[in-house]
């Protein structure tokens, strides 16, 4: 089985590499493709996971490419996983919001809709070139802002792009591992939209584990989510929310801490990322030290994710991660599981971004939602679960709203488009703020030239 990336260069792609090795199973993937415009950052990636396949004799052959054609073209699945305007382009959007006094973070506010806007021509073409090129690959998505990508791509792939997010997992895990149950063994019932979801339901044995979580003080404040939001709200809200909702519950403390950081989350990933291919990429010719390239980088996913949402966590006066929420929710795993569910019929249970169909009733059919699906040879379907929360309905049509508006905007050009998606987000309460936020993209990101002025 042929496996395609797109954004090959990314760091991320060892993860998913390593979840590659570990396959065992008939049908496993054999060959692998890194797609990236940037040539340096595929030769450094590339030597990462020659290092990894050290020691596997079967391990999947590794090709690389610029050329988007040649990467689609007899691919079974593409993982799209780019970025438009790379970190920089992250920093800059956390930057531009800031000196207008709102967030700017990569898939929550201003920064999710420059980088949507950014994001989405380049991800429509994409599925274009996959569906002429590739008709019978699927597209799994991990593009940000995830939920609006994936939608933007169903237009010309339908239910063959399906986006992946680790959140929920990660979230599901904790809570589980706080009550004292295998988080292998829990059935998540979760609902909403990517990175604005909430874990409604916690099953084992055909038990709901919430109210006795919400009930355990010690242990509903025992992991990462119980510590950022507060006992008291969670019990409140009667359901665990996914992180990102942070932004949402703690707006002005999350901007507060945001302008009093030394730097911004994405400058700091910027500034880590380059040490890193810039350290790879002068040792060229040098004789490396054993397992170098891998070394760096695990070295520096490592601080990548200690440091992760650090500013939410000195909003709140959590102080550093404790070691038992450092690891992900696994979304390398979940995009082996998914594509091996639809490669060789292997039926499984899915928290996936796919087209609702009805799933949550105050949206349009057609609208991709982030919820539990199965899965198997005909690909993913929503589960009948819990009901969006009442407190949530209203923050989620808001933000689909915005994704619309976005969409839109990358479609037609229509600059008042751009304008009405950063108006009506729940965290810009300004249409004059608005307007002054898209002057300030569009001078600094020629992508968005396309909208006019």
Request: proline fraction near 4%.
């Given at each position: 089985m042929r496996l395609t990336i797109l954004g090959g260069g990314g760091f991320r792609v060892p993860l998913v590499y390593r979840?590659?090795?570990?396959?065992?199973?008939?049908?496993?993937?054999?060959?692998?493709?890194?797609?990236?415009?940037?040539?340096?950052?595929?030769?450094?990636?590339?030597?990462?996971?020659?290092?990894?396949?050290?020691?596997?004799?079967?391990?999947?052959?590794?090709?690389?490419?610029?050329?988007l054609?040649?990467?689609?073209?007899?691919?079974?699945?593409?993982?799209?996983?780019?970025?438009?305007?790379?970190?920089?382009?992250?920093?800059?959007?956390?930057?531009?919001?800031?000196?207008?006094?709102?967030?700017?973070?990569?898939?929550?506010?201003?920064?999710?809709?420059s980088y949507g806007l950014r994001t989405v021509p380049v991800a429509v073409e994409i599925a274009r070139r996959v569906a002429a090129l590739a008709p019978d690959a699927w597209v799994i998505n991990f593009t940000n802002p995830a939920g609006m990508v994936t939608q933007a791509m169903t237009a010309h792939l339908g239910d063959r792009v399906i986006g992946i997010c680790d959140?929920?997992?990660?979230?599901?895990?904790?809570?589980?591992?706080?009550?004292?149950?295998?988080?292998?063994?829990?059935?998540?019932?979760?609902?909403?939209?990517?990175?604005?979801?909430?874990?409604?339901?916690?099953?084992?044995?055909?038990?709901?584990?919430?109210?006795?979580?919400?009930?355990?003080?010690?242990?509903?404040?025992?992991?990462e989510e119980g510590k950022l939001f507060g006992a008291d709200l969670l019990r409140t809200l009667g359901a665990l929310?996914?992180?990102?909702?942070?932004y949402y519950y703690f707006n002005r403390e999350s901007v507060g801490s945001a302008l009093a950081a030394e730097q911004t989350r994405g400058a700091f990933l910027h500034?880590?990322?380059?040490?890193?291919?810039?350290?790879?990429?002068?040792?060229?010719?040098?004789?490396?030290?054993?397992?170098?390239?891998?070394?760096?980088?695990?070295?520096?996913?490592?601080?990548?994710?200690?440091?992760?949402?650090?500013?939410?966590?000195?909003?709140?006066?959590?102080?550093?991660?404790?070691?038992?929420?450092?690891?992900?929710?696994?979304?390398?795993?979940?995009?082996?599981?998914?594509?091996?569910?639809?490669a060789l019929d292997e039926r499984v249970s899915l928290i996936l971004n796919v087209r609702g169909r009805g799933r949550i009733d105050v949206l349009e059919d057609d609208d991709v939602v982030e919820v539990p699906c199965h899965v198997d040879a005909n690909g993913a379907r929503p589960i009948a679960g819990a009901p969006l929360p009442d407190h949530g309905k209203g923050?989620?049509?808001?933000?689909?709203?915005?994704?619309?508006?976005?969409?839109h905007a990358a479609a037609t050009g229509e600059?008042?488009?751009?304008?009405?998606?950063?108006?009506?987000?729940?965290?810009?309460?300004?249409?004059?703020?608005?307007k002054r936020l898209l002057d300030g993209y569009q001078r600094h990101f020629p992508e968005l030239g396309y909208l006019g002025r």
């Open positions: 979840a590659l090795l570990g396959d065992r199973g008939p049908g496993r993937v054999t060959e692998v493709t890194l797609y990236d415009l940037d040539a340096s950052r595929l030769t450094t990636i590339h030597k990462v996971l020659a290092d990894q396949a050290a020691g596997h004799p079967d391990a999947p052959v590794v090709t690389v490419t610029t050329d054609d040649e990467a689609v073209t007899g691919a079974d699945f593409v993982f799209s996983a780019i970025r438009v305007g790379g970190l920089g382009g992250r920093a800059a959007d956390e930057r531009i919001a800031l000196e207008e006094g709102v967030l700017g973070q990569e898939t929550v506010g201003a920064g999710g809709i959140s929920p997992v990660g979230l599901g895990r904790r809570a589980a591992g706080a009550i004292g149950a295998d988080p292998a063994r829990v059935r998540l019932d979760y609902v909403g939209l990517n990175h604005l979801g909430w874990l409604c339901g916690l099953y084992a044995d055909g038990r709901d584990l919430l109210p006795a979580l919400f009930a355990d003080e010690t242990a509903l404040t025992s992991f929310p996914n992180e990102y909702l942070h500034s880590q990322q380059q040490h890193f291919y810039d350290s790879l990429g002068t040792a060229e010719g040098s004789p490396p030290s054993a397992r170098a390239a891998w070394n760096a980088w695990d070295a520096t996913r490592l601080e990548r994710e200690i440091t992760y949402m650090a500013e939410n966590r000195d909003a709140v006066g959590m102080g550093e991660r404790d070691s038992c929420d450092l690891e992900s929710g696994g979304y390398e795993q979940v995009a082996l599981a998914l594509m091996r569910a639809i923050l989620v049509c808001a933000v689909k709203a915005v994704e619309h508006a976005v969409i600059r008042a488009h751009a304008v009405k998606a950063l108006t009506i987000h729940p965290l810009i309460d300004s249409y004059a703020v608005a």
